[in-house]
């Protein structure tokens, strides 16, 4: 298994240009969830799916952050305008199910610059 | 309000000592934790987890400690390792199906 990917690795943009992160998780895991690491928070849940379902958003910092999972197989986390303050390195992460002992499999990341 | 912390932003151990990474958590409802690693660069893999209803679990030279009273954990590496060095993520379920992380806490371990 390939495990989760996401693209891109690197992204650099300016202020108020639209971001968009992508995703594949691992194939017959029901459940996604996208979290964001700083240095000041640590990692941060954002927003997570079951059977490409949005299930809990409260994470969102702001009306900027759109999350989507259109099948599931992919989902994007969007932000627009961007911001400075949304440098940060997104995870992407998949789980089989909602068992206790069902641990998260996360990808690589994907270290995003607003400049 | 941080709900899972890890007060020790980072820490040093000598190669063959114990390293000992703490967590407190405030949630009472949490029912479950784990325990991820995360080197550079690359995402976050799990390490070992524990229920609620243990007080320790181990898995080769990883052993979680809870204590629920305190609502602590900790984490025990004997012996540590030069490889064993990277971030340290305490983590909690809420609910049925929602992990609240900590903010890390960075080893080294010297060799």
């Known amino acids: 298994d390939a495990g989760v990917i996401q693209s891109p690795r690197h992204e650099v943009t300016e202020m108020g240009q639209e971001v968009t992160l992508r995703c594949k998780p691992i194939s017959g895991h029901d459940y996604l969830f996208w979290y964001r690491q700083t240095m000041m928070r640590g990692l941060e849940l954002l927003i997570y799916?079951?059977?490409?379902?949005?299930?809990?958003d409260s994470g969102m910092p702001e009306d900027r952050f759109s999350a989507k999972m259109p099948n599931a197989s992919f989902s994007t986390l969007k932000i627009q305008p961007s911001e400075p303050r949304d440098s940060a390195v997104y995870f992407c992460a998949s789980s089989p199910g909602p068992l206790a002992n069902e641990k998260l499999f996360f990808g690589s990341g994907t270290q995003l610059s607003v400049l | 309000d941080q709900q899972v912390k890890q007060n020790s932003p980072s820490l040093s151990v000598q190669e063959g000592r114990i390293s000992i990474l703490n967590c407190d958590y405030t949630n009472s409802m949490f029912d479950y934790f784990l325990w991820y690693k995360k080197y550079p660069a690359e995402g976050p893999t799990f390490l070992i987890s524990i229920s609620s209803i243990k007080d320790k679990n181990e898995d080769g030279r990883f052993t979680v400690f809870l204590n629920k009273s305190a609502k602590h954990l900790s984490l025990h590496i004997v012996p540590s390792q030069p490889g064993d060095s990277a971030v340290y993520f305490c983590a909690a379920k809420f609910s049925y199906d929602k992990v609240i992380f900590g903010p890390g806490t960075s080893l080294s371990v010297i060799p």
């Open positions: 799916f079951n059977n490409n379902v949005p299930i809990d």
